[in-house]
């Protein structure tokens, strides 16, 4: 019994080696190497170096022996029961039979009785990297050579051998790259079919490739042909400029537009367009995403709506101000420059929110053009008396207002008792770019004499309040011989707000 058993344990035990042998071979994808040039050239060069009619790249599988390169001959495989590389792959250096008929392993072998008659056999055995017979890099001749190989022979056999195992362990690379590349590739599949926004790919030349469950959802089945029809006529000549620029010129695109959805119903969307680019820099396919924004865009355009009303309003309110002002200073001559400095400042004001909220689609958008609207009343056109020089920043809303009160107050002061109360007078207004700050500095030439005032009124805390307050900035002034010097340093996020 316990013979049977240790017999039976042991049966189990190759069965489970050989199977882990079988695992090895099939980790190299060796399939794709039937019919290999590399492995053909291997093959023909053994014979040659050999002076053998026939040789094989051998791969030595559960039933049968397999040819991967041969020469000599158009068979493919033979049954695993007479294969001489069943033998050569288990040893440990080349496996040399001189004369089959006289090795009793082959004698009576149907290779060495019948077709091709084999004699002469000698084989280096294909091993694995962890020492895992595969097969044989083997030379077959019809007589026997009872002197086998020369030394050079014997050496240039394994050194081929190892060419082969080398070509199979590319192989093996290239496989487990090609796997990982389609693992990673089923992975971004997945996921862009449950992504929200839509997304696809076209070839080179822009057609279609691929489409995830939202472009189609959107598009519908007609839009995997060709998506540009889907584009509102007013944007179609812009999408077609652009998709044609991208093509010639493989550069990335992104805009705003509206497309068909498969109701019929156009929608806003933001399409990004970024081109593939295979080893040598050119566009091999193209891939585009499309978020749907027309809620959004939709609310935006609602807001400014709103915000155009409201700007409206707001001009209104300064018109009736202005005119209840100028009413009511009529006749009282104690009031009359306080009313005509409170209309100055609230025109001043009107022409700040003017530029940044017009009523028409002409909106300014940076510090330099509302600095030049709001000097514009004191620019003496003939003598050049207000420049305004250097770089310039965004500007938004909120900051419009305090930037209008300083300037109105630098200006007015100035026109009173400064430089542009003066002939040949000049007001200077330097833009400068810092790290996250744009310094602000009015300089007053060929004015009066100036001197710091004796207490603080109600301009300089005007000032104070509007760049330390409002504008988070900072304010230095200076009283020079030549004149005024104000400096301002306001943070670039406080003018663009």
Not at 179 to 194: C, D, G, H, T, Y
Not at 334 to 345: C, N, R, S
Not at 414 to 423: D, T
Request: with cysteine.
């Amino acid at each position: 019994m316990s013979k049977a058993g240790d017999t039976q344990d042991a049966g189990h035990a190759a069965d489970r080696t050989e199977d882990d042998r079988l695992g090895v071979i099939a980790s190299f994808g060796l399939d794709a190497l039937d019919g290999d040039e590399e492995l053909q050239r291997e093959a023909q060069f053994a014979a040659r170096l050999c002076a053998t009619p026939l040789a094989f790249v051998t791969i030595v599988e559960k039933e049968r022996q397999r040819f991967l390169g041969s020469a000599g001959t158009d068979m493919t495989e033979t049954p695993r029961s007479v294969s001489f590389c069943a033998h050569a792959m288990l040893e440990r250096e080349l496996m040399i039979v001189p004369d089959a008929r006289e090795d009793k392993r082959f004698a009576d072998n149907a290779l060495v009785t019948g077709e091709p008659h084999i004699r002469f056999y000698a084989g280096a055995p294909l091993v694995a990297a962890d020492g895992t017979p595969m097969g044989s890099l083997c030379v077959i001749d019809t007589e026997p050579r009872p002197d086998g190989l020369t030394e050079l022979q014997q050496e240039g056999l394994i050194v081929l051998a190892q060419g082969v195992m080398n070509r199979f362990h590319c192989r093996r690379v290239n496989l487990a790259s090609e796997r990982l590349i389609e693992s990673q590739r089923s992975q971004l599949m997945r996921m862009a079919e449950f992504m929200p926004v839509m997304a696809w790919s076209t070839d080179a030349e822009g057609g279609y490739l691929y489409g995830n469950r939202a472009f189609h959802e959107f598009a519908g089945e007609d839009g995997a042909t060709d998506t540009r029809f889907t584009a509102h006529p007013d944007d179609a000549e812009k999408f077609s400029s652009a998709r044609a620029r991208c093509l010639e010129t493989g550069e990335a695109w992104s805009d705003e537009l509206r497309v068909r959805r498969r109701d019929g119903v156009y929608r806003w969307v933001l399409m990004q367009v970024l081109p593939l680019l295979d080893a040598d820099g050119e566009v091999e396919q193209w891939f585009a995403t499309a978020t749907d924004i027309d809620e959004g865009h939709r609310l935006s355009e609602s807001r400014e709506l709103m915000a155009r009303e409201l700007a409206h309003r707001i001009k209104n309110i300064f018109a009736v101000i202005t005119g209840l002002v100028s009413l009511r200073a009529r006749g009282k001559s104690d009031v009359k420059e306080f009313a005509e400095q409170l209309i100055e400042t609230i025109h001043s004001l009107g022409r700040a929110q003017d530029f940044v909220r017009p009523l028409t689609e002409e909106k300014g958008e940076d510090l330099r053009g509302l600095l030049d609207v709001l000097m514009a009343p004191y620019a003496d056109a003939g003598k050049h008396q207000v420049r305004i020089e250097g770089v310039t920043a965004p500007i938004g809303m909120r900051a419009a207002t305090p930037i209008a009160l300083i300037f109105h107050e630098l200006a007015t002061n100035s026109a009173k008792y400064g430089a542009l109360s003066a002939e040949g007078g000049e007001v200077e207004i330097a833009l400068r770019e810092g790290d996250d700050t744009i310094e602000i500095v009015w300089h007053e030439t060929g004015g009066p004499q100036v001197t710091p005032p004796e207490s603080e009124g109600f301009g300089t805390r005007l000032l104070r309040m509007s760049v330390e307050s409002q504008l988070d900035g900072s304010i230095n002034r200076e009283w020079n011989d030549g004149g005024l010097v104000v400096r301002l340093v306001i943070p670039r996020r406080t003018l663009a707000s």
